[in-house]
């Protein structure tokens, strides 16, 4: 006899970039799949002693329970960084620690989503965004997404003329995976728009602290005048993934929401973790590491673009990312990418095909 | 305009335990409610220690993203552990590490349940296991359970009448809050029920190892023939909560399906925790720990039951625990704990009124 699942188990298979990521942990490949930060930049030393100072300090208290809200330092930290460099006006309460801002996104799909909900989003979008919602058995529906966002026209037409929307996710700063960054308008129309037809809007910026040209553009959130937006974030990127520190912030009455809903989910994050992260934003400057952080990840960048441009055919187009981790490079209609997958895996190189990447991609066109 | 919820959000309220322990932070309180690890006996030195050797040795790896599953070394001894302990035959592949047990929980949660399934419990039970279930919109009943465990023929008579039962929650060792330990029978029992009619156990385990007096007891997946028991188990109360590091084990097939869905959820529990845990449990003898830990809630469990004895009215009955965190004082009908709450807080002594620990209580009788 086998066990009855929930429904949901159905439609929940392995993901295709956790298998590539598992070919990429032999040693010799050389690999451009997944968002692994620079581990050569984790801040090891400063961590050793930031954590011994904890300890030393304030052990009982770091290794025993603490609130479902998370450690309060930290959360003002958080507070006032959102907004200084994203326009928000925040304070401690807007926001909840949670464990890697995945656990942002799989909170707001148990807070918005009954079944057959609809969830909007960019096209191509984050594969475990998708995951992450789909859970809660809810349907997608993507929205074209150019160099400068979602198209706001069919955005419009879409919320008019779908019932049961409930959330529109985006990712609107070196976006995951193309790295492109919206433009300040389609910031401030999104909000509008979120507002005009009561929807949520989760603002994903996971990478937002990483730019190496232009000008930072006041996040989504900052547009918004009536409580619709949730900002997702985490130091997974800025400082190490290790500790799956994130958070979420938005409308008080709503975040309040969320920390019922994760006290019966896990009751609340790693306290050390909480009160280490604290300690170094207290000793260290963290502003200097992460001019080292984009001083090598935009090397990166251009080493890639360059070699892009003196090698790849003409007809293949690529983005030009002005910050993250992440390249975004369409095929000919003709060619896919998976079999350019298993060519490049003979000669150890891996990547991501970007059908993963999306619903509609994956049911109807090879890959890109 | 206010957002439309989950449907799932209107039966979600604050927990009274978690309003309790707001009251018990006052730091004049004499606290008899939830069970916080005594913090006095955490090995803070040993994890000061350990955590430093941890990033000197492999401090990239151990600040970087991990495997969904988990850290090999420490699932490993998890399985042994289990294996000596509980007469189980687990190898890594039955284990995935979970961000405290009671993700162990959600996961259950959101792998087994759709809305109006139902969930088979002691009575009374673990309030944040209702809170865990109860997001995914399942139904409860409670099974009587007395000294020994559930009433077996209640609990055959349920399976036979009732449609969708997809889990039967229990603690057989220590409950939350009973204090209450299963007989070898009825661990037999379970398991065989829960063959006969194909529902899965969740066999919830954070107390086992701290027994005062008494012979260990095997537990009820060591009967399981048919992978029908999952084990959850934590480190919170052995070694420390602040990690919140625990863990989910049963048949592999079904672990792969926990797996699945804890990757859209939060990729992966904290990496450095993790490999802390294992190193302390390489150079420490935590048997050691135990023993220390043991003593010290033996110590406190004899001075409440025999200052139960010398200053409660004779119809007030309490369990005896042989073990774990939990006492539970029954009081006479016509007796609301709610208001023995209020008269105690005015003596600065907080306890958890039993009507808290069971939906049914809740509904129908004052408390007790």
Redesign the interface.
Known sequence: ?T???????AS????EI?EILKVTQQPDIISFAGG??A??L?P?EA??RV??LV??EA????????T?EGFAPLRSWIAKRMNSRLGTSFDLDNVLIT??S??GL?LSG??????E?VVLCESPTYL?AI??F???GCRFIEIPTDADGMDMVVLENTLKSTDNV?LIYVIPTFQNPTGKTWNLQKRQQLAQLA?RY???VIEDNPYGELRFEGQDLPSVKSFDK???VLCTGSF?KIF?????IGWIAGDKE?IR?YV??K???????????QMVIAKYLELYNIDDHILKIVALYKKRRDIALQTIQEHFPKNVHYTHPEGGLFTWVELPENVCARDILDLALQSKIAFVPGGSFSRIMKDKIPLG
């Open positions: 006899m066990l009855q699942l929930a429904r949901r188990m929940i298979k392995h993901s956790r692994l930060p581990p050569e984790f090891v961590i050793d954590q011994h300890l030393q052990g009982t208290q770091a290794l025993q329970y603490t479902t464990h890697g995945q656990q799989d148990k807070v918005f989503l009954d079944p909900d475990a995951s992450a789909k859970a809660y409930k507002s009561n929807v949520a009536t409580g619709q997974s190490c993934p290790g500790f799956r709503l929401k019922l809903i006290q019966g989910t896990d009751l609340q994050c790693n306290t050390v973790a």
